[in-house]
């Protein structure tokens, strides 16, 4: 198993530019998240979902789009980058469940910088 | 809100010191309470986790002990290695839910 993979590993973009960040997961998991990491603010949630077609806000969800159509991937979009946006993000997936004790299992991130 | 505080970093320790990092939390209900290590250029591993008061999570010599009387849930090991260098991060699940709430992260650093 792959586990959680994300694409690119680094990316430079410009100001107003667009892009898509990759998530894939193989181990059939219904949750999906992404989190932007800052220095001092630990880490952030963006946008997660509980299985295909289904999506919701996290903390900073301004700026960013996330749709699912499968089970195993979850995009994350920038329409319009901006400086703030610099970051480095990361996708994560667990098995769905309330009682709290699901693992999540993290991707190995994705450095974005926004000139 | 909830929220998740952590002591500020760097802790440099000696190797075979021991280790605690503090974290407090403030929630509605009852969370569930996480400890993640990354270590460099990496992204985030389990370390360990509690979801009911006075449970104790356990991993690798790691030990944090769900304490709602204190809204605390502390990471302990007795012996560090240089191997542990990394950041640590408090997380907390409120019930119900599934947004995960993280703290800042505490650097620590062990020297040979």
């Known amino acids: 198993n792959a586990g959680v993979t994300q694409t690119p590993k680094f990316q430079v973009l410009k100001t107003g530019q667009s892009m898509t960040l990759q998530c894939a997961q193989d181990?059939?998991?219904?949750?999906m998240s992404w989190y932007r990491q800052d220095p001092g603010m630990g880490l952030r949630l963006i946008h997660y979902?509980?299985?295909?077609?289904?999506?919701d806000q996290g903390e900073v969800p301004n700026g960013y789009n996330v749709s699912r159509s499968t089970t195993e991937d979850f995009p994350l979009r920038l329409l319009s980058a901006a400086p703030s946006q610099t970051s480095v993000y990361f996708c994560?997936?667990?098995?769905?469940?309330?009682?709290?004790?699901?693992?999540?299992?993290f991707g190995p991130g994705t450095r974005l910088l926004v000139l | 809100g909830n929220s998740v505080t952590q002591m500020e970093g760097p802790v440099t320790l000696s190797e075979e010191a021991f280790l605690t990092i503090n974290c407090t939390y403030t929630?509605?209900?009852?969370?569930?309470l996480f400890w993640y290590v990354q270590y460099p250029g990496e992204g985030l591993q389990l370390l360990l986790k509690?979801?009911?008061?006075?449970d104790k999570g356990s991993n690798k010599g790691f030990e944090a002990t769900y304490r709602k009387e204190t809204t605390s849930f502390h990471l302990e090991k007795g012996s560090v290695q240089v191997s542990d260098s990394a950041v640590y991060f408090c997380?907390?699940?409120?019930?119900?839910?599934?947004?995960?709430?993280f703290g800042t992260g505490t650097r620590l650093k062990v020297l040979a």
């Open positions: 994560a997936s667990s098995a769905l469940g309330l009682a709290g004790e699901e693992t999540q299992y």
């Open positions: 181990m059939n998991h219904e949750y």
């Open positions: 979902s509980v299985g295909a077609g289904i999506t």
């Open positions: 929630a509605t209900g009852y969370p569930s």
């Open positions: 509690a979801t009911k008061a006075d």
């Open positions: 997380a907390l699940r409120t019930p119900g839910t599934y947004k995960y709430i």
